[in-house]
């Protein structure tokens, strides 16, 4: 059973960085898409950044393009979310995600089998 866990959430300002990750374990990813989701309080949860495990190919919400980088280490099975210049409409609780399938980058939430429990991030002005 593949298992996502998250760690690295906190409390920061606007402008800075936050790096969190996701360790996963139960499985072989080398076919697997990974991704990155967040929610806001009271709003849906929304696609932030995915990675091909096998590739590396990487691909990212316009909000947060440029500012966020999303990677991996393969010996650790872990998943990565370097994100700088944070702004306070970053604050969410951040989910890892995980997909038996290599392809369909910006796939929406439902399309994604396993899930991490979340972290939350707060980004105060």
């Known amino acids: 059973q593949v298992q996502l866990v998250e760690s690295g959430g906190g409390l920061v300002q606007a402008g800075a960085s936050l790096n969190i990750s996701c360790a996963a374990s139960g499985g072989s990813f080398t076919s697997y898409t990974m991704a990155w989701f967040r929610q806001a309080s009271g709003k849906e949860r929304e696609f932030v950044a995915s990675?091909?495990?096998?590739?590396?190919?990487?691909f990212y919400a316009d909000s947060v393009k440029g500012r966020f980088t999303i990677f991996r280490d393969t010996a650790k099975n872990t998943m990565y979310l370097q994100m700088n210049s944070l702004k306070p409409e970053d604050t969410a609780v951040y989910y890892c995600a995980a997909r038996s399938l290599i392809g369909s980058a910006y796939a929406p939430e439902r399309a994604y089998r396993y899930w991490g429990q979340g972290t939350q991030v707060t980004v105060s002005s």
């Open positions: 990675i091909y495990w096998s590739g590396g190919n990487t």
